[in-house]
Every structure is written in C-alpha cells, then in structure tokens.
C-alpha cells in the first residue's frame, strides 16, 4: 500500500504563481504513469496533467502552456508548477498513482486563486 501526500496549495492572486508536490511514501518507478486531477465546487474531477514512467508528459487543453508535470524517482516524489493563474484554476488538487489493479489517490491539496 502507497500513501500519497499532497502540499503546496494556497491562496494566489491571478497571474500568480504555485508548485504543488506529491510524495510517496514508497518507490514511485512502478507506477504506470502519475498525474494531477482536480475537483472545484460543484463540479466533478477532471484530469489536469499526467507523466508516465518513462517521463513522456501530457495536458489538458485548459492547462497546456501553464502547468508543467515532472517527476523526481529519487525523492519519491512529482510535482506540478502552475503558472499564470487564473480564478477558474481554484479546485482542490490530487495526486493519482495507477498501475495494473487499483489506482492510489492522495487527500488533495486546495488551490485558491483570488485577489
């Protein structure tokens, strides 16, 4: 069993900046692939950006040019630069692990973006 850890949320004005990290509590080089999902009020959880064991990236349509996904196998960890933000960005932030069988999911982190 893997625990994933969410951090790095808060509140940020439009334009602004965050990096939100995802550590695990165990080897992430198994996994599949890893991502970023987020859920705002009211709506229901989209794929935000995904990397796969072999560092290959991808983006929703709505983040492409903003946020960037990266991994790092030794600190057990990935991580999710956002830039230019915007209000619409304000979602609580998850972290997902898949491989074959069930996938894992971090508690998520909240991302405020608000002046």
């Known amino acids: 069993q893997v625990q994933l850890v969410e951090s790095g949320g808060g509140l940020v004005q439009p334009g602004g900046s965050l990096r939100l990290s995802c550590a695990a509590s165990g080897s992430i080089v198994n996994f599949s692939a890893m991502g970023w999902y987020r859920q705002a009020p009211g709506k229901e959880r989209e794929w935000v950006a995904i990397i796969t064991s072999i560092g290959s990236t991808n983006y929703a349509d709505s983040v492409k040019g903003r946020f960037t996904i990266s991994r790092d196998n030794a600190k057990k960890t990935i991580y999710l630069q956002m830039t230019s933000l915007k209000p619409e960005d304000t979602a609580v932030y998850y972290c997902?692990?898949?491989?074959?069988?069930?996938?894992?999911w971090g508690q998520g982190t909240q991302v405020t973006v608000s002046s």
């Open positions: 997902k692990a898949e491989q074959l069988g069930p996938a894992y």
